[in-house]
Structure formats: C-alpha cells, structure tokens
C-alpha cells in the first residue's frame, strides 16, 4: 500500500515563467523531490498528480518548475499548496510523518509508553515527542529503536534501549 507524505509547502512564485519556492516539510526533502511520483493540492486528499520538469539554483534559493505551470500567474496560483510524495508504506519516511500525530506508542512486549505529541527534526536524526502523562519522553527515531507503524490500531511499536523510558 502506498501514501501520500507531505514533503514541501509552495512559499512563492519567481521570475516570469512560473517557477516557485519551496519550503521543505521533512529532512528526507533532497531523496524524494526530484525521483518519487509528486502530487500537489491543500491536502493529500485533494492532491493531483503533477511533474516537475527541472530544478535552478542551490542551497535555500532553488527555482522549481512544474509541467503545465508556464506563467507567473500560473505559479502564484499554487502558493500555499502542499507538494506531497508517493512512497510505500514501508519507506522510512513514514516515520518521520505529521499524520502519526495522536499515535500511541507501545514497546515490543506490549507495554504502553504513551501518546506521540510532536517530532523534532534534530541535526542527527528525529526525535519522537511522548506525552506518557506523568512526564515526556524524547525517542530517537532510528531503525534500532522505532520497528514500525500499526496504522489500524494507530500505534508506533519501539524496542527501547535500557534507560531510554527511565
């Protein structure tokens, strides 16, 4: 099964042949902008396909250009919009994912930790934000920790190392 992740946000359109910026929703921006299926639209449940047709500039001033957007008008028409990847379930990306928002977090044996609040995009890896009620708990989300997500049952399953729940 495949999903829609939000992965950047139109911010605004530039010079006269409708290229825009973008601003990126998630650190896996770079792997997945310019080799996965993109689809655009205010939400993933409106979301249509669309092409990027090439790419101008470095670092934080690149210039996107879409297939069919060709006029200034046309590019300021998207500003606002999200720019959403196709991935399946299983990529990593999922992990790092707003739509996990609300997801209880459960250890391998079965013990509850609590409910998913936030993720932190930290230099080295994300960080799970865990509301256990009586305290917060921070999980790194790397693959020796997180083992997946039960999207029916809304969970996050973890192995946690000795002291990470301390």
């Given at each position: 099964?495949?999903?829609?992740?939000?992965?950047?946000?139109i911010?605004?359109?530039?010079?006269?042949?409708?290229?825009?910026?973008?601003?990126?929703?998630?650190?896996?921006?770079?792997?997945?902008?310019?080799?996965?299926?993109?689809?655009?639209?205010?939400?993933?449940?409106?979301?249509?396909?669309?092409?990027?047709?090439?790419?101008?500039?470095?670092?934080?001033?690149v210039?996107?250009?879409?297939?069919?957007?060709?006029t200034?008008?046309?590019?300021?028409?998207?500003?606002?919009?999200?720019?959403?990847?196709?991935?399946?379930?299983?990529?990593?990306?999922?992990?790092?994912?707003?739509?996990?928002?609300?997801?209880?977090?459960?250890?391998?044996?079965?013990?509850?930790?609590?409910?998913?609040?936030?993720?932190?995009?930290?230099?080295?890896?994300?960080?799970?934000?865990?509301?256990?009620?009586?305290?917060?708990?921070?999980?790194?989300?790397?693959?020796?920790?997180?083992?997946?997500?039960?999207?029916?049952?809304?969970?996050?399953?973890?192995t946690?190392?000795?002291?990470?729940?301390?």
């Open positions: 099964m495949e999903r829609l992740i939000a992965l950047a946000k911010t605004r359109a530039t010079g006269l042949s409708g290229e825009v910026r973008l601003r990126p929703l998630t650190r896996y921006f770079s792997d997945y902008v310019e080799d996965h299926p993109l689809f655009l639209g205010f939400s993933s449940d409106l979301a249509r396909e669309i092409e990027l047709s090439n790419s101008v500039g470095i670092g934080t001033k210039r996107y250009h879409f297939e069919g957007i060709n200034r008008d046309d590019a300021e028409a998207l500003i606002g919009q999200i720019l959403f990847v196709n991935v399946p379930a299983d990529d990593f990306i999922n992990l790092s994912s707003d739509d996990l928002l609300g997801y209880d977090v459960i250890t391998n044996t079965g013990e509850q930790i609590g409910e998913l609040v936030d993720i932190l995009m930290m230099p080295a890896n994300d960080v799970y934000v865990i509301n256990s009620g009586t305290k917060e708990i921070l999980i790194p989300v790397i693959p020796e920790i997180v083992d997946g997500i039960n999207d029916v049952d809304g969970s996050i399953i973890i946690p190392m000795d002291g990470l729940l301390d």
